[in-house]
């Protein structure tokens, strides 16, 4: 039987690409699903496809009110939360965009930071797995990923350091290379080794079945990304600057 059997598992972004894939993975191990997200269309046909294994919340978590109203509505303790939910835009080389940061951090980095906030005042006791997409592009620094890779750099170090501070609540960190995603599908650009949604929750669920701290996925292509990450800074220049559109 699965661990996951009979567990409540509260996950953000649940209506598309991997966080619409992990909900079928979860139940089919036996989870119980409170999928957030602002599509309400969307979130209406899982419940209709997975009857009383999934509960759907209609919520915008980029404000505060929108966690606190969330958390209000539940009425069950999850023993899970995925915190899935993310955003990406590239700032053109050379040019900053202030707003354009500001948007990628609010969503990646501020909402997640506030749900961690309500979630862990409420219900420190009785959580057991906080797990946290972030990305793999926070090892390596690359064109036009000043923003995004700002914020999941940010995020994975947040959540790793907060872990310190609840030792009895396991904080799993997620670290995916390309994913074909609604969001990815709007790149420009070679995406090397990527894979499917449906492939990325599978990892997800396995590993979060066994409770890993670490979910790093492909693994050849994470793996070459935290080598690239820790070649010496004139070579990681060098590398860097070898991506610039011409």
Not at 9 to 34: C, D, F, M
């Amino acid at each position: 039987m699965s661990e996951l059997n009979g567990k409540t598992v509260l996950l953000t972004g649940a209506s598309s690409g991997i966080g619409e894939a992990l909900v079928e993975k979860l139940i089919a191990r036996g989870a119980r699903v409170i999928g957030v997200a602002r599509s309400e269309d969307k979130l209406q046909a899982l419940s209709e496809k997975h009857g009383d294994f999934f509960e759907s919340r209609t919520a915008d978590l980029s404000e505060q009110q929108g966690w606190s109203t969330l958390v209000e509505s539940l009425n069950v303790s999850p023993d899970i939360v995925v915190l899935n939910a993310g955003t990406c835009e590239y700032l053109e080389a050379g040019s900053i965009d202030i707003g354009l940061v500001e948007r990628v951090f609010e969503v990646n980095f501020f909402a997640n930071v506030r749900g961690a906030k309500v979630l862990l005042d409420k219900y420190q006791d009785s959580l057991k797995q906080f797990v946290v997409v972030s990305s793999s592009a926070r090892y390596l620094a690359m064109p036009r990923g000043e923003a995004y890779g700002a914020s999941k750099a940010a995020l994975t170090y947040f959540f790793e350091s907060l872990q310190l501070s609840f030792p009895n609540i396991r904080f799993s960190m997620v670290h995916p290379g390309f994913v074909k995603t609604p969001l990815t599908d709007k790149n420009d650009f070679d995406m090397p080794m990527r894979i499917t949604a449906e492939e990325a929750a599978l990892v997800m669920a396995n590993k979060i079945e066994k409770g890993k701290l670490q979910i790093n996925f492909p693994l050849v292509f994470t793996l070459l990304m935290r080598i690239l990450g820790m070649l010496p800074a004139s070579l990681r220049y060098k590398l860097g600057r070898g991506m610039v559109k011409k």
